[in-house]
């Protein structure tokens, strides 16, 4: 395969980038053939193998624009009359793709292939992903190998950032080494592996009623839990169902209150924080018939939008039923909160969350699969409130348990359990992408300096 990718013309190359991109796109909403993740991205590494510095830094360039472009559309809808400003976003993202190729395109100089050609080329992937996903301005942790393969045991391991170093790593092997089969092999693993049944921690045994409406009256909200006339432990409210502060606001506190100590329940509902000078924290609070227990304040505001100011503590709140996690949407795209509120202590996770009618079916497929991940890192039980979106109950594996029809106002009633102890994500493996920062920069030190030697 080393041989072969060496001797591409440039249009054979563009045509790869092509048709990765293609396969990557395919992975994702509406598509969802989440196991096409596997090779998605080998003819991408295939068109950068045996290529100059400047063309890889073009072709990934254009793997991004594709692949982005070919993803991101339903953004026309979240900015609608600003809807041209999914063009500058996608390019941004492209960047990063442009920036992986010129790594590898500078990491040829020194290897022309082998495992080190591999090791680094994973590595310096991760890297990327991880600085575009957590730690640049725009974060956006979206549309990554990891995240379209399925959840599976791994992930609790290695999170879903390993998983892309993982199936890039395979897909490096196949074209690096002289006998591809052992790339092979490691991406049938993982495939294999993520067939592989887990059981569940424990027995579900906490009743948890999640709401779906978008903006609706407490009238309304009242209505649907009406609806379920089963026993509830905690009724859980979607993200800014009440649109004021619970801590000023005497009467609509109360009634909240009044509705715990009617059926008997907490209540988590999504709210605000006022500050001053206008500003504010999008808040989830937690309620019984007494009082209110304990706030979370969304450590990352949705980009462009007026979320709220960023809440900077992510721990979970203490209750009689447990100790309840409740990051609030957009804090699930990122591994920091919830992992560090299973840290905390955190048995479950009960989380409000949004997704707006207007942002289309599209996105709310696609944001439904952060919350996976992040329950399998974690090893605990996910039950999602979302406005529009995918409300859902998923188990400590990443698996969906149930969810109801997007787009519709209703109520799910599902079974949580408490689970106690730590994944080896959540106490050692988060540090694994600071390691492939590290490492694949001073890979590319070292090829720099042997390239300037020869000059």
């Known amino acids: 395969?080393?041989?072969?990718?060496?001797?591409?013309?440039?249009?054979v190359r563009i045509g790869f980038v092509g048709l990765s991109a293609l396969l990557a796109v395919s992975v994702f909403a509406p598509f969802s053939y989440s196991y096409l993740s596997l090779v998605a991205w080998v003819p991408l590494l295939v068109a950068l193998t045996g290529t100059s510095v400047k063309v890889a830094t073009r072709l990934g360039f254009l793997h991004g624009v594709c692949l982005f472009g070919g993803t991101m559309g339903w953004l026309a809808n979240v900015f609608q009359t600003m809807s041209w400003a999914v063009y500058p976003l996608v390019l941004v993202l492209a960047f990063f793709s442009a920036i992986f190729g010129l790594g590898y395109g500078i990491a040829q100089t020194c290897w022309k292939g082998g495992w080190r050609l591999a090791v680094f080329g994973a590595l310096w992937w991760g890297a990327v992903e991880f600085i575009r996903s957590e730690l640049f301005l725009l974060k956006f942790s979206w549309m990554t190998p990891g995240l379209g393969f399925e959840p599976q045991f791994l992930t609790s391991v290695v999170g879903v950032y390993g998983m892309s170093v993982l199936i890039i790593l395979f897909g490096m092997l196949i074209i690096c080494l002289r006998k591809p089969w052992f790339g092979g092999a490691g991406l049938v693993v993982l495939l294999l592996v993520s067939f592989i049944p887990r059981s569940v921690p424990s027995e579900p045994s906490l009743r948890v009623l999640a709401l779906q409406a978008e903006f609706a009256t407490i009238h309304r909200y009242k209505e649907l839990v009406a609806s379920c006339e089963e026993d509830i432990d905690v009724i859980l409210f979607p993200e800014?169902?009440?649109?004021?502060?619970?801590e000023r606001s005497d009467r609509m506190r109360q009634k909240l209150m009044d509705l715990a100590k009617e059926r008997d329940a907490l209540v988590i509902v999504g709210a605000r924080t006022d500050l001053d000078m206008g500003e504010h924290y999008n808040s989830a609070v937690v309620l019984d018939k007494n009082g209110i227990l304990g706030t979370h304040h969304k450590n990352h505001p949705v980009h462009f939008f007026n979320d709220g100011k960023k809440g900077e503590v992510a721990e979970p709140v203490m209750t009689s039923l447990g100790s309840i996690g409740s990051?609030?949407?957009?804090?699930?795209?990122?591994e920091g909160v919830v992992r560090r509120m299973a840290d905390a202590g955190a048995e479950m996770f009960l989380v409000p969350s949004l997704d707006a009618k207007h942002w289309?079916?599209?996105?709310?497929?696609?944001?439904?699969?952060?919350?996976?991940?992040?329950?399998?890192?974690?090893?605990?039980?996910?039950?999602?409130?979302?406005?529009?979106?995918?409300?859902?109950?998923?188990?400590?594996?990443?698996?969906?348990?149930?969810?109801?029809?997007?787009m519709e106002e209703g109520a799910l009633y599902a079974r949580v359990s408490r689970v106690s102890g730590a994944t080896i994500y959540t106490r050692i493996g988060w540090v694994l992408p600071w390691g492939w920062i590290g490492l694949s920069l001073l890979a590319l030190v070292y090829c720099l300096y042997q390239l300037l030697k020869k000059k």
């Open 360 to 406: 289309g079916e599209r996105q709310h497929y696609m944001h439904s699969e952060l919350f996976r991940h992040r329950a399998a890192e974690s090893g605990r039980w996910f039950l999602v409130a979302a406005g529009s979106g995918v409300t859902q109950l998923i188990d400590p594996t990443g698996v969906r348990v149930d969810s109801l029809p997007i």
């Open 1 to 11: 395969m080393l041989e072969f990718s060496k001797n591409l013309s440039l249009w």
């Open 240 to 246: 800014y169902a009440i649109e004021v502060d619970l």
């Open 327 to 334: 990051p609030i949407c957009f804090d699930n795209d990122y």
